[in-house]
């Protein structure tokens, strides 16, 4: 989806549908510094609705200590991810959600998860002149 992300080897993506338990989709994303996205698939469309990032780093370059499975799984405008997927899901007739993650910081690449999103968010927003729905702000 975006052409700045296909350098990342290490990445993956999951799905998470009405019933499932968001710590266990996400068991298999590494609690490294990246950055994600989730898809919105509704009423036989796919949607772009968020583009999120993990990872903050600190002076000294050591990072804290959110990253991607946490981040995944933390929350979102004050409520646990799971239980706002779930209203998400009711609110919006949501079949289910796609998301894609992708290390920006190892051994390979040194890319700070907020320059990547911020490039990412760039692009979503040349594209449409909005965020993501589920962005409030940048």
Known sequence: MFDELTKYENHGHFFFQKGNLLRKQSHDVPNLPGVYYILRLARGKIDLVYIGKSGTVLQNGNFKDQLLRNRINNK??????????????????????????????????????????????QRYFDQYGCLPPWNKEF
């Open 76 to 121: 979102q405008e004050g409520i646990k991810r799971q239980q706002y997927f779930e209203q998400k899901m009711v609110q919006e007739a949501i079949n289910g959600l796609d998301i894609y993650w992708f290390v920006t910081f190892d051994k390979q690449h040194q890319d700070l998860p907020s320059s990547v999103e911020g490039q990412i968010m």
